[in-house]
């Protein structure tokens, strides 16, 4: 104290610092100005400029551009924010509020500002150049370290001066601005000293700048150059070195994880829009590794499914069935019991704790108003606000990280089950499949799975609802007695009533789903065969047969949206019916209601509410993940090809040459269900299995089939169509069921190559499909492309063989397809050949070259199975197998089998079939250059085009209607609360003063504006000018004291409070059920637009777009809209809706609030717009991830016997498990990004809850505040974290669903369309053509601008009645001519004419209809032969169809499978391929047209059914115009011409007897070659 009294002697001290120097202030309780500014400011502030100075110096300007580290950056931010700030306090004090500053102050603030200054120029030019220090030098840390006292300082005054106030009653605007100013230059520095505990690499400039230094010449630099700077780079800066192995959370510390800052690295990505692919987003954590979650849960399945069958054991004679039923259906949920459930189950925890923590609100909110009410110590009010920061902010945590462990779970999950049903896909036995068709098996994998996915939140919903009720009814009894048990009673019967909802519901749901599963299996078939509805004018009958579906589907929909609205509806409803009920009761009884109680009762009811009706949803969750659990369940319990049990030891295979031997081999296309009873429950009987009767319901066998193959046998197969012999070869490959006999291979392990009859080919370049897996050996793949005579077209294709082959091969010819799948099985150098049939789909002279070059070439070490209708092939064979009816009929050589002399060869069989190179003779459609075009993906914010269309498809006054009521509802919810504030404000206030007004006398206002004049007076001291509209009565405690039994009317207030219930009750059914069918509306409204875009698409549309893509989009997209578009929207309506009603009830009641607002709005805006540009790229990640998912498992699919063949299921399962990884990477990310968001939304909320509880403190001290009011402010304010929260959340989801929309409507608006209308004005009549003649003039044809032209002025002329045969060489132009005929492609010149009428000028869909097409590849649906016959119902007596069906020859086979209603199995998968193709010629029968094409409708067939056939033709075609393209050129030569291409152009057109005249003449040369003659 004597130094105090000897300095404060000095004047010139006393001048400057404005009063007396001492260590103290006047109320001793912080330090002096003076004080602080010599000792806090002077030497820590000038130490930093000095220091800052020094280093600006130092840092050379930057030899390469990097992107500046986080951590500077930070660093810079909070200099930038605390310069401003100090500069501003200054200007605020002067300018402002013109206050007296001594020197001292103009001298702290100059030495802190240049201080700042320095500091921040010294940190930008760090952040620009390669750093010399991983943390900076060592010296300015320090000396910036030194300065931090001076925050604390200046913080420890301001609260000193703040409570010295509220000691005085008054408050100084001026210090709550200070505090609130330094509080944040506090929290910067605390900010900046965060970021100097993170270290950064270092890297070496000229490693950078030095391209072709490999990463290892650059580690050898980093530890012999050690003398060299080196400087601090992130990881970020080089992409090309440091790769990201793995996912960040793995390496993140504890606040990282904890505020999920380690995803900060992916939304700045998604700010800077540079997430452009799969590849850009984070790796899954190491416990989300798709390879070994499959793996192992495919384990836990098995181990499952070997206990059932010990357990089994012991029940064999208890209720076999029932027992196995009850046990195989636990094998899934088991096994997710197993690989997840004790980390699962441990999440519990933090859902407990969050849960009790969210009742601290309801409690700590009676505590506040009570305090408000009573007038207890301020102290008390603060450890209340106190109270609710802590367990918001700590609840908070524990929610969001729930949240986050229970997703990832989630996610895990569905890896796991997405990779069960692929497994089960490839490994399942081909029978067992056949029971499930391929729609159901896609909804398996997208909707089945997600829904039990949905159940891991539901689970630990299902324990915590009932948790929560429970407290909160105890709660509620201690508010207000035995009177809770009506709202208790309201509230179940509330409870009963959802239930029966949810109960339909759920039966709706299950209804919708097998309607959609329908319905997708439909749209499947439709775009795998839209040639064929293309060519047959079926666009409108599918269409209607899909909408039917679609409408039975929408009517389920319906049915779930309206008890849905009925939900929404109680939800929205209860409480205030509660409130009513619960108040109205306690009030009559003679109880006084107050404002503590009302609101505490008001939360606690909302938080009872919410359980109560969330839970009957938590069941019906959980009723749909069983059924979805079920149909998976009955899916994986499918028989697995096992084939150590279909094929029988081979030992005696392997003590002699036999690499094939069958005994008594009984074979069916069903399931053996005895066999896996035997093989489930071990039992064994004495029944004579073998016997036929045991078989007598089972189609397509085999019988009695004994066979044996020696190794590098030639073995052929012949026989009529449906003999079997493309049966045989799938038992061959365990492709069928063995019911009876012995089957031993050699090469059983290995696999066998099998060539389908319909070939199969991947979506990937030709190459691939060559190598399948396999190495790249140059030689050899080039010997095998030769002898499968693809060197020409290698030439011919745009890429040669790295072109891309469309999915299932759309952009190759049916012979180019053969060939590939040809050489694909040679490549892959197997023991046994498998070949069906793969001559049939190629020229003779092809065929023969791939005779002579493969099949007897390059395999003639090989054994070989040939199934072939050209038994001229089979000359050479070593043994020939007849079949017929299923059996062996004769076996032995050629010539005991087909009476051919072995010792003669055909003139020309050994010779080439010309100096050409061999090629397919169909039109290539490869020459078209398509290539598959890669998924389309917008960008950036979702169109506006797109909320156009989908408030259009709503319809534009629905939509304004629902928007209406939304805004009615909540706002007379708002009311409804406004009114019980203002009935418990008078229970306390009494009437109002009728004399002097609410506002009190004029006199009264002016004293009061005098008392703080001037504009910058503190809006508490006017309590009531906030609510001026609303109050209607004068609150005054000194009235209130004297008047404690102040009357009342309680019947008005209830009155008045149960017409606002019932308004709000009124309003918010409209608004549900309106909201409901405007769902509805939209949801029929963009499905039939996008199918008539589809349908009305030309088939170059479906050439580059895989059938997964469009699928995508027909079942999951528009199962986004139909159910989770309107479901988020809803919520995004009433969460946006009930933030703006928070927001304004807790200003109007706390106005003070108002100034926290204003930089939390600012904030929130911030976040939600940084992960909206997140999210978004994120959800189109996840859809364009999606559908390669269904593309390969429908390619998969399709395939699946020749990849079991082959044994390729392993390899398969891995491309899968690699597709599922990149789309779960992108599922991963957007969940991180989701809890990113939702931190910062709880932190927020976290500060708004803790913002007003101090305010409503502050006012409560300084101000008269209704206890309503102050109850009011804080019953919404408590739900401003979930407000917050939901809006944001449903914003961004809404978003990220309307990307399903946004893809929907750019296939709507941007699909090219086929032409429809006529470009003329041209009438016809029903009966055209009349006479069928058909003219080419001068056509020309180009697939593409840069293409040649595929037909160059073609012109010919077809007399009515004619039938004409065209052939022609690889890429003559026969296909083009058949394209160009049916307009499938639009001509580049010249027109055609039918009755001399230009095609051009005739409806498409009435061309189309007057001819009909029979092609190559047969295609059939799902159904019944009825059905397949006349799609269009045209047909109305059965005898029509028999005789048709008879003159094709299908008669026996049709009457063996049970008749006309008999099914014919997923794409006909019950027929071969030639009874496919004669059904497809017994459709053509029944159409009544004049114009015939065939393209090639015999190649499947065996001779003796391609004469009945050509007979057919010509008994029923008598009189039409027929053209013909075939392969076999005795097939055309009975026809009345032939017309020949070459090059595209007509290179010959006469009669056959001419053509053959002429031996130079093209056709001539043909005939020859193939080795015909002309029948007589």
Known sequence: MKSDSVMSGSPSLTRFCGTEFSIWSKLGDSFSVCFETFVFVLGPFLLLALTSSFYIGRLHPPDVNLRVPSSFNIRRICTGVTLLLTFGVFMKDVILFKLDTAGVVVLSCCVRTVALLAHFIFLWRLGMIHFDYKRGPLLVNVSWLLTLGFYGVQMERMVNLLLNNVEKKTIDVNVIIDLFCYAIMLACQLTYLVTLGRRNPRYRTVSILTNDDSNEQLEHNFATDGAERYYDISTTDLPAIVDEDECPADSAGLLSKLFFCWVQKLMRKGAKKTLLSESSVYKLPRELNTDTLCQKFSDKIHQNAEDDITESDRYVRLSREDDKSQKSKRVLLRALHRQFGRGYYLLGLLKFGGDALGFAGPILLNFLVSYVENKEPVVNGVYYATGLFASTLVGSLLITHFDYQVNKVSIAIKSSLIGAVYAKTMQAKPVAMATFSSGEITNFMSTDVNRVVNFGPSFHQFWSLPFQVIVTLVLLYEQVGIVFLAGLGLSLLMIVFNRYLAKKIGEYNQDMMKHKDSRVKLMTEVLQGIRVVKFNVWEKCLSEKISSIRNKELKSLSGIKYFDAGCVYLWATTPVLISLLIFSIYSTMGHELTAAKVFTVIALINMLIAPLNAFPWVLNGLMEAWISLDRLENFLKLPELDLDKFYDPHDQVHQSDQILDIKDGTFSWNLNVNENLNENLNETNNEDVNSESEFKDKDLLLKEISLKVKEGDFIGVVGSVGAGKSSLLSAICAGMEKLDGEIALQCASDGVAYVSQEAWIQHATVRDNILWGRPYVQDFYEAVVECCALNEDFVALPHSDMTEVGENGVTLSGGQKARLSLARAVYQDKCLYLLDDPLSAVDQHVALHLYQQCIVGILRKKTRILCTHHTKYLRHADVVIAMEEGRIKTIGTPSEVLGIDVSIDEGNFNDEADDSPPGDADEPVAEKEISISREEKATGTVAFRVYKTYWLAIGGCLALTILSFVVLMQGSKVISDWWLSQWVNANVTGPPKSSTGWLG?????????????????????????????????????????????????????????????????????????????????????????????????????????????????????????????????????????????TIVVTCYGLPWFAVLLLPLSAFYYYTQQYYRLTSRELKRLSSISLSPIYAHFNESLTGVSTIQAFRKTDDFKKQNRDLVERNQRCNFSTLVAQEWLAIRLQMMGVVMVTGVAFTAVLENKYSVVPPGMVGLALSYALSVTGRLSGVITSFTETEKQMVAVERQVYYINNVPQERIAPSGDLQLREEWPSRGSVEFKRVSLRYRPNLPLALNEVSFKLAPGEKVGVVGRTGSGKSSLFLTLFCMTPITGGAVYIDGININKVPLHFLR????????????????????????????????????????????????MGGLDADVGERGRRLSVGQRQLLCLARALLRDVQIVCLDEATANVDRASDELIQETIKKNFSGRTVLTIAHRVETVLGSDKVLVMDGGRVAEFDSPENLLSDQRSLFAQLVQKSGCQRSA
């Not at 809803?1130 to 946006?1136: D, E, G, M, P, S």
């Open 1001 to 1141: 006398t004029s006199e009264e206002r002016d004293a009061q504006n005098c008392t703080h004049g001037g504009i910058l007076q503190s809006p508490v001291i006017l309590p009531y000018s906030s609510y001026t509209f609303l109050l209607t009565g004068h609150y005054d405690v000194t009235n209130a004291k004297e008047n404690p039994h102040a009357k009342h009317d309680t019947a008005f207030y209830l009155e008045v409070y149960g017409g606002i219930a019932a308004a709000n009750s009124i309003f918010t059914l409209i608004r549900a059920f309106t909201f409901a069918y405007g769902g509805i509306c939209a949801a029929r409204i963009l499905h039939w637009k996008l199918l008539r875009s589809l349908l009305q698409a030309p088939v170059s549309f479906f050439d580059v777009t895989p059938v997964g893509r469009i699928i995508n989009r027909m079942s999951s997209d528009m199962y986004t809209i139909d159910d989770s578009l309107p479901f988020m929207l809803n919520i995004l309506l009433a969460q946006f809706a009930g933030l703006l009603a």
């Open 1409 to 1456: 209809s007057k001819m009909v097409i029979i092609p190559q590849d047969p295609f059939l649906f799902s159904g019944s032969w009825r059905s397949n016959l006349d799609p269009e119902g045209n047909v109305g007596d059965d005898a029509i169809f028999w005789g048709a069906v008879e003159r094709c020859g299908l008669r026996s086979s049709l009457e063996n």
